[in-house]
């Protein structure tokens, strides 16, 4: 797997370190294609292996993990008016909203939490639901530069609730989970974590330098008023 990736891995590596976001952002969208064909690959394995798997459901889950990111970084490109609108934030948003309900309730070919026998199912769904709430506080009440780490620290707990969801996800809800082949499993989400990761690898830190930018402009501005102010005084 690390081989298969290990290109664009590296790409994306040489790219977030530079100033150019919107190579940084190419390289990303390249890794991403790449580990969604991956996952695609893992979890066609994984059915052929168990028929009755419901892969389908992990498949869902598994790309909200990608997308819970992408409404984080498309939040960033627009804070830092790098996006003539928030038109591709709001799309994100729709999306996760959308998949996050099918999951529960069901719908266009996907069933609903089976209850009572999967409770802890529900129970877990619950705790996504409370973390993607926290996430779409933040972008309701208009994201703003200052709130990067806020927002950044939400997506990390939406994300570490997903990835707490797979494996329920992934039980047959009549089958004993020992049965269950948790190495197919294991192999088939890596890329989306990995995709995960490499997303607040090129956002976090170029909106770090980008707020020392602006702080250190802010301070040489201030310096200069002060100046200015004390040459008029002396006049």
Not at 16 to 34: C, K, P, V, W
Not at 139 to 156: C, H, K, M, N, W
Not at 215 to 225: G, I, P
Request: proline content about 3%; aromatic content about 8%.
């Amino acid at each position: 797997m690390l081989n298969h990736l290990e290109p664009s891995l590296q790409q994306l590596k040489e790219a977030s370190l530079g100033s150019d976001i919107e190579e940084a952002l190419r390289s990303s969208q390249a890794l991403t294609t790449s580990a969604q064909t991956l996952q695609e690959q893992y979890f066609v394995g994984a059915e052929a292996a168990d028929p009755q798997w419901p892969g389908k459901r992990v498949d869902l889950a598994t790309s909200q993990l990608i997308l819970a990111c992408q409404v984080f970084q498309e939040a960033v490109l627009y804070a830092y008016d790098l996006s003539t609108s928030d038109a591709a934030l709001r799309q994100a948003i729709h999306r996760f909203e959308v998949a996050h309900h099918q999951l529960k309730d069901g719908g266009s070919g996907f069933s609903a939490i089976m209850m009572p026998e999967r409770q802890d199912l529900m129970d877990q769904w619950d705790r996504v639901n409370a973390a993607w709430a926290q996430v779409k506080s933040y972008q309701s009440s208009g994201f703003q530069v200052d709130d990067l780490t806020r927002t950044e620290s939400a997506v990390r707990t939406l994300v570490d609730e997903l990835q707490d969801l797979l494996p329920l996800l992934a039980m047959e809800d009549l089958k004993s989970p020992d049965k269950f082949p948790w190495s197919i499993l294991v192999y088939s989400i890596i890329s989306a974590i990995i995709c995960t990761c490499c997303c607040f690898m090129v956002c976090v830190p170029w909106c770090m330098r980008q707020s020392k930018h602006r702080a250190e402009a802010a301070a040489k501005a201030q310096e200069r008023n002060s100046m200015q102010s004390m040459t008029a005084d002396g006049v």
